[in-house]
């Protein structure tokens, strides 16, 4: 039996983060994953416009009931910075849910990619300190905590911009 502190791998660079995340991404459809949440004010740090990450996504959004849902204060800098995403969310916009904060500043915003049964959390953007647990109660906590996020938020980042 395993307890939290051997469930737990600290991250300590920008490379590590890095790395970490696009793991964690891509083993998402080998996973009983069926939720994706991803919190972030810019999602800067996370890997969302790699190749190999978005074909990893895409196989496991096409399987039944997965719901992706992205909580952020600046999708403009997807739209800039991750153009391949930003084209990949369009066709799967009915599994994909964009969120943001009305009574948050951003960086209020905490960097949090939350998985059924993992989680990889951003501490310390400029030190690149990070956390990743499959630790049974850290996953409950994150889950609460991105919970009471989540019900003051507004819907964001339309699919489609309506005009005249």
Known sequence: MSTDSEERRRIASQAEFALA???????????????IVLVDPDFSPWPLDDAEVLATLTRWIRLPGRRLRLVGSRYDLIERNQSRFASWRRPYAHAVDCLRPVDLEPGDVPGLLLLDNGSLELLDR??????????????VLQRERVDALMQRCEPAWPVTVLGL
């Open 21 to 35: 995340a696009r793991e964690t991404l891509l083993h998402v459809d080998a996973e009983p994953v069926r939720d």
């Open 126 to 139: 400029e030190h690149w300190l990070a956390r990743g647990s499959s630790a049974s109660r850290t996953l």
